[in-house]
C-alpha cells in the first residue's frame, strides 16, 4: 500500500515565505466562513470553495467514518463520476483512507501520478483531535506532484479546522435531531393523554396535580389550568380529598390500589360511581416522587352490565315463557283430541279428561294474568284500590282453591291469625294475590305429606322501626328451602332456583317478582328466611289499619 500511495510533504515546496504567509493568511480567513453555519451542506459549500483557492480541483468527494464501523460513505460529492466513485470505494476498501486518516497526513493515490494520465486523487484526512471525522477525496486538476504550489500544510490545516466544523454542524444537526423526536414524542404523550376516555392524573408527594387531562377535568369538575400546579387538598371535595388521602396512603405502601366512590361534582348534580385506581409513580433512579390515578366513570359500566343482563332474562324469558304456554295447551290439544275421536269412553273419563282441559286453561290463564300484571306493574298501570282490609277475610277467600291444591299433594294447611290485629291499610285483591303466589309456590316446592304454615302477628322486618305499626305475615313450608345466595335475587324478574336448565321447576319465574312490587307498593316490604330445621318461611308486612 505504501509503494503506491505517499505523503505529500513540503519536499517540492518553492514557495517563498511571504508567499506561504499570504497564503495561510487568506486560508485562515477563508476558514472562519467554516463555522458560519450550522448546515453540514453550507460548511461543505465553504470548505470547496476555500480548497479552490489551495488547489483547483475537477472532482471532489467528502467521506464520513460510520459510527459503528470503520467503514467510509460518500456523504456529497462534486463532479463525481462512476468511474471515479468505484476508484474512492477501492480506495476506502484498500485502506487508504484509513491510513492518511491514522497518520493525519495528506496522501496521493497513487504514488506515480496514476497510468494513462489520469490525475492521482488526493486524501485529506478531517480529524478534531483523535476523532476521526471523514476525508476529503480530491481530484486535482493539475497533477500535486509536479506542481510547487500544493501544500501539504494548507491542506492539512484546511482538514483540520473543516473537520471541526463539520463535527459542530453533526452535533448540532444531532441535536436538533434529538429535540424534535423529543418534542413530538412529547406532543404525541400529551395528545394521547388527552384523548383517552379515562380521567388520568398524577400528584407529587406534596400532593400538588403534576398532569390532569380533560377526563380527569370532566368527572372532577375542576379545570386543567385550576389543576395543574394545585394541591388536590385545596381544589376538591372534603369527601374526595379524603378518599385520595387513604388511596395515595395506601398506594405508597403496598404499590397500587383500586375503590370506587359515589362522587357528585355540584350540589344540584346526581352522584356518580367514580372507579379510581392508583398506582405510585417514580423517578429514573427509582425514588418515589408521588402516584398516577385513573378514573372512570362507573355508571355506564354498570349500565351496560345491565343491559346485558336484561338482554339475557329476555331471551331466558321467551324460552321459558314458550315452554309454560306451551305444556298447558299441549295437554288441552291431546285431551281435546281423545274426546273428539273416542266417542265410546264413559261418563266419567269424559269428565276426568274434560277436568284436566279445566286445569291447564287455568294454568294458561294464571300465566297470561302474571305477564299482563309484570308488564302493567312495569308500566305503572297497575291499579291499586287501598282501604281497610280485613287480612283473615282475605286469606279465607282464597283458601279453597289452596286447600284443593294441597289436598292433591296430601299437605295439610295450617292458618293462624291474630284475631285483634288484622286490618291493614291494602288492597285485598293484590294482598290475595301474594297469598296465592306465596301458599302456592309452598305447596309446589314441598314433599308430599308435608305441612304448611301461615300465620300473622305484630312486627316488622329487623331494619324497620314502629315494629308496632306493622302486620307480619307468615308463610312456612317444609319443602327444600332457598339457598342462602338466591334469597334476595328470587324477588327478580324470571329468577328462578336452578343451576342446571334441566332442573328448571315449572313457572314463569314472575310470581315473587310481582308480589314484591304489590307489597312494596302498599308500603311493606317481603323477604324470606331459612325454615327451621328445613324449608322456607316468606314473610310479607303490611301497614296496621287505625
Ligand atoms: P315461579 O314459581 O313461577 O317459578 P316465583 O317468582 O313465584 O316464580 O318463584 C321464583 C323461584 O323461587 C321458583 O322458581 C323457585 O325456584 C323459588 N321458590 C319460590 N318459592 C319457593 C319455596 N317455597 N320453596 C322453594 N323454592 C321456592
Redesign the pocket.
Known amino acids: 500500500m505504501e509503494s503506491s500511495a505517499i505523503a505529500l510533504d513540503n519536499q517540492d515546496r518553492r514557495i517563498d515565505h511571504r508567499n506561504a504567509y499570504s497564503e495561510y493568511k487568506s486560508l485562515f480567513e477563508q476558514t472562519r466562513k467554516f463555522n458560519e453555519s450550522h448546515d453540514i451542506d453550507c460548511v461543505l459549500e465553504a470548505v470547496a470553495h476555500a480548497l479552490k483557492g489551495i488547489l483547483d480541483f475537477s472532482a471532489m468527494a467528502y467521506l464520513v467514518k460510520e459510527h459503528f464501523s470503520d467503514d467510509y460513505y460518500i456523504r456529497k460529492d462534486w463532479y463525481l463520476n462512476r468511474k471515479l466513485e468505484k476508484q474512492i470505494f477501492h480506495l476506502e476498501h484498500s485502506g487508504y483512507v484509513d491510513l492518511a486518516c491514522e497518520s493525519n497526513s495528506v496522501l496521493v493515490y497513487p504514488e506515480n501520478g496514476g497510468k494513462n494520465g489520469t490525475h492521482p486523487l488526493l486524501i485529506v484526512p478531517l480529524k478534531t483531535g483523535a476523532r476521526v471525522v471523514g476525508a476529503l477525496v480530491v481530484q486535482p486538476k493539475i497533477r500535486p506532484l509536479q506542481r510547487s504550489n500544493i501544500d501539504s500544510d494548507l491542506l492539512a490545516l484546511l482538514g483540520s479546522q473543516a473537520a471541526l466544523a463539520l463535527e459542530n454542524a453533526r452535533l448540532h444537526e444531532d441535536m436538533e435531531v434529538k429535540h424534535h423526536a423529543t418534542s413530538s414524542f412529547e406532543a404525541f404523550l400529551e395528545d394521547t393523554i388527552e384523548s383517552i376516555p379515562e380521567g388520568l392524573f398524577a400528584v407529587d408527594l406534596e400532593k400538588k396535580f403534576s398532569l390532569f387531562n380533560s377526563s380527569a377535568a370532566d368527572l372532577l369538575g375542576v379545570s386543567r389550568e385550576q389543576a395543574l400546579g394545585s394541591r388536590y387538598d385545596e381544589i376538591l371535595s372534603k369527601e374526595v380529598v379524603e378518599f385520595l388521602d387513604r388511596a395515595f396512603n395506601i398506594t405508597y405502601t403496598t404499590g397500587e390500589y383500586e375503590n370506587e366512590i359515589s362522587y357528585s361534582k355540584s350540589a344540584d348534580e346526581r352522584e356518580i360511581p367514580l372507579g379510581v385506581h392508583t398506582s405510585i409513580l417514580k423517578d429514573a433512579n427509582e425514588a418515589l416522587i408521588g402516584a398516577i390515578a385513573v378514573c372512570r366513570n362507573l355508571s355506564e359500566h354498570q349500565e351496560l352490565i345491565h343491559l346485558r343482563r336484561l338482554d339475557k332474562l329476555k331471551d331466558e324469558f321467551l324460552s321459558s315463557v314458550s315452554h309454560?304456554l306451551r305444556t298447558p295447551l299441549t295437554g288441552i290439544k291431546s285431551f281435546t283430541e281423545i274426546l273428539r275421536d273416542y266417542e265410546n269412553h264413559g261418563p266419567e273419563a269424559r269428565k276426568g279428561f274434560l277436568d284436566i282441559i279445566v286445569k291447564q286453561t287455568d294454568r294458561l290463564i294464571e300465566l297470561i294474568d302474571?305477564l299482563l300484571a309484570t308488564s302493567q306493574l312495569g308500566s305503572g298501570e297497575f291499579i291499586f284500590e287501598i282501604s281497610t282490609v280485613d287480612l283473615n277475610a282475605v286469606f279465607a277467600e282464597t283458601l279453597t282453591p289452596l286447600q284443593l291444591m294441597a289436598a292433591e299433594k296430601d299437605i295439610s294447611l295450617e292458618a293462624r291469625f291474630d284475631k285483634d290485629n288484622q286490618l291493614v291499610q291494602a288492597d285485598s285483591k293484590r294482598v290475595a294475590q301474594v297469598f296465592i303466589?306465596?301458599i302456592?309456590?309452598?305447596i309446589?316446592?314441598?314433599p308430599a305429606g308435608s305441612t304448611i304454615k301461615v300465620w300473622s302477628e305484630k312486627g316488622a322486618d329487623e331494619g324497620l322501626e314502629h315494629e308496632r305499626d306493622y302486620l307480619r305475615i307468615g308463610?312456612q313450608?317444609e319443602?327444600?328451602?332457598?339457598p342462602k345466595d338466591?334469597r334476595k335475587t328470587?324477588?327478580e324478574k324470571?329468577?328462578?332456583?336452578?343451576d342446571d336448565p334441566a332442573t328448571?321447576?315449572?313457572?314463569?319465574?314472575?310470581?315473587?317478582?310481582?308480589?314484591k312490587q304489590i307489597i312494596e307498593e302498599l308500603n311493606g316490604n317481603i323477604w324470606?328466611e331459612s325454615g327451621d330445621p328445613r324449608?322456607?318461611i316468606?314473610f310479607f308486612t303490611l301497614p296496621i289499619s287505625c
Open positions: 309454560e302474571e303466589n306465596l302456592g309456590n309452598a309446589k316446592f314441598s308463610v313450608d319443602g327444600a328451602g332457598i338466591y328470587i324477588f324470571f329468577t328462578q332456583v336452578c328448571k321447576p315449572d313457572g314463569s319465574g314472575l310470581g315473587l317478582w310481582i308480589s324470606v324449608g322456607s316468606f
